[in-house]
T-cell receptor, first 110, second 115 residues
């Protein structure tokens, strides 16, 4: 079946440094790629998404890049802050569903 | 507040029992999704309904069933419960574009503990 792989499973960065989370997908027909953030004990919330007609999208300290040829997309967080600590999930659409990555636990070290 | 309401927030029950989780989507949203999240695990898609009809099915066990009613609220029924069913169950809704091309709005979840 369709698959989304997400790496790394855990990422620890110093406060103020950048963090990059990468995902690869298998369905060449996928055209929508959202990223969700889930803080401890809370519900997942959309933080940014990208569609296949663009290669990059930015929103303040967060950016997502998409390489359709290689079938991978990445989340970039710059100038990380303590409130960025959370689990981040990537997803790709396939056959009317979202296929989810396994999640990345981002730890911000003071 | 996402606008998606889930009840109950917490539920403790015994193995072999049956429970029903309820979800009210955002006003106007036609799609409802159910997800299971076990401790420190990812989001496992269970099932999706669109305007009362089943649209997609994920890794939902035969002991589990769901439905969406004419008023668009949805219920997830879990029966013959096992210890491994203990998890956080999320409901999400999306608008006309559908959750596969637009934002999913998650409820706060129902935490089920099976003893």
């Amino acid at each position: 079946g369709e698959n989304v792989e997400q790496h790394p499973s855990t990422l620890s960065v110093q406060e103020g440094d950048s963090a990059v989370i990468k995902c690869t997908y298998s369905d060449s027909a996928s055209n929508y790629f959202p990223w969700y953030k889930q803080e401890l004990g809370k519900r997942p919330q959309l933080i940014i998404d990208i569609r296949s007609n663009v290669g990059e999208k930015k929103d303040q300290r967060i950016a997502v890049t998409l390489n359709k040829t290689a079938k991978h997309f990445s989340l970039h967080i710059t100038e990380t802050q303590p409130e960025d600590s959370a689990v981040y999930f990537c997803a790709a659409n396939s056959n009317y569903q979202l296929i989810w990555g396994a999640g990345t636990k981002l730890i911000i070290k003071p | 507040d996402s606008g998606v309401t889930q009840t109950p927030k917490h539920l403790i029950t015994a193995t072999g029992q049956r429970v029903t989780l309820r979800c009210s989507p955002r006003s106007g949203d036609l799609s409802v999704y159910w997800y299971q999240q076990s401790l420190d695990q990812g989001l496992q898609f269970l099932i999706q309904y669109y305007n009362g009809e089943e649209r997609a099915k994920g890794n939902i066990l035969e002991r589990f069933s769901a439905q969406q009613f004419p008023d668009l609220h949805s219920e997830l029924n879990l029966s013959s419960l096992e210890l491994g069913d203990s998890a956080l169950y999320f409901c999400a809704s999306s608008g006309r574009s559908g959750g596969n091309t637009g934002e999913l709005f998650f409820g706060e979840g129902s935490r089920l503990t099976v003893l």
